[in-house]
């Protein structure tokens, strides 16, 4: 989500994302994907001091911010191991076109929450003003997602 740079740093969310790491191997663990061991406990430890040490700048942090931040890892982190499980599992295995049509009524169902939650009136005049754009990157945006399945 680009929310939380109205209100924390570029620095500070660039440090969140490093947790994105731990949140994909904690859900695939609680999936049964991943098996959780002491030299990936430690290896997650060495990459979370590593990129610590690598931030710099104004930490300013606002808890709204931070709480958008955290949950669109979350829900990233989410359909990414929900791809590995569906993609790669024994039990449903997809190919990846199917699999973008399995995902992408449901993250529309929680992008349409985050936008009635967070409703301008000025969306649907902005929509057509930028008609012509938003097209051609929604395109790009499911072309990108069936090539990631892919991969």
Known sequence: SNVPYLYCSVAFLQFMKEANVIISFVLSVAVGLQVFTGTRVVLIA??????????????????????????????????????????????????????????????????????????????????????????PNAALAFVLNVTVATI
């Open 46 to 135: 060495w990459i979370i001091v590593s990129s610590s040490m690598a931030v710099s700048g104004d930490l300013h942090f606002v808890w709204y911010g931070f709480a958008v931040q955290l949950i669109s890892q979350f829900a990233e982190c989410s359909r990414n191991v929900m791809g590995e499980f569906v993609l790669s599992g024994n039990h449903m295995k997809l190919d990846p076109l199917s699999y973008t049509m399995f995902v992408a009524p449901s993250c529309l169902c929680m992008l349409l929450v985050g936008l009635a939650s967070s409703w301008d009136p000025n969306v649907p005049q902005a929509f057509c003003n930028w008609w012509h754009y938003l097209l």
